[in-house]
């Protein structure tokens, strides 16, 4: 899977990695993942070419919202480190850090992004922008305490799943870089 991008950052975490960094929360231990040695319910969620926005709203019968952590923008490109949560028990169902190419999505959709409530899937597919999810790796990860912290879990240790994807418009353009981690299957499913 040797792209432009990943040549570009070739840190499967980024952009979560320079959230931790700028942080000055330590590297996460994380290993790569094969989707098909993925577990259910983790691999319906992961290992797909859609958005999570969608799975993750169909998964917990609920609309998901964004819960913004940090952020920053250089002019060209939005990050931020967020939670997803659903709206009615709002139960945190992601934890992920994102780099929005804003240069590259029509000025209606940047202002949605920059408002930072919905998650970026659930922003094109309201605006019906053509796109494609491309994972560039699937990911075990070991919980630490900003982790833990930000999905409300306990103290024991514990792996997640996860996945690095990259989103492209109709003409290949990257739309984003987005690294998205799950709480454990029993709060997957609460």
């Known amino acids: 899977m040797a792209d432009e991008t990943q040549m570009v950052h070739p840190d499967i975490l980024y952009p979560l990695s320079m959230f931790r960094r700028a942080r ?3 590297s996460l231990e994380y290993d790569t993942i094969d989707g098909e040695r993925v577990p259910e ?3 319906n969620l992961l290992v797909h070419q859609g958005d999570m926005t969608s799975r993750l709203e169909q998964f917990h019968a609920d609309r998901i919202q964004v819960r913004k952590l940090t952020s920053s923008s250089d002019g ?5 480190e967020v939670v997803l949560y659903t709206v009615t028990k709002s139960s945190p169902v992601e934890y992920g850090g994102i780099e929005v190419i804003l240069s590259n999505l029509p000025e209606e959709i940047r202002k949605e992004v920059l408002e930072a409530k919905s998650p970026l899937g659930g922003i094109l597919n309201a605006y019906r922008l053509s796109y494609s999810s491309s994972p560039l790796a699937y990911l075990t990860v070991s919980a630490d305490e900003a982790i833990k912290a ?3 879990l306990g103290e024991e240790p514990m792996t997640l799943y996860g996945r690095s994807n990259r989103i ?3 003409a290949g353009q990257e739309l984003a870089r987005i690294v998205e981690i799950l709480p454990p299957a029993e709060v997957v499913k609460s």
């Open 41 to 43: 319910p983790y691999r």
């Open 168 to 170: 492209t418009d109709h």
């Open 24 to 26: 000055k929360i330590p």
């Open 76 to 80: 060209q490109s939005y990050f931020r």
């Open 150 to 152: 930000a999905l409300s």
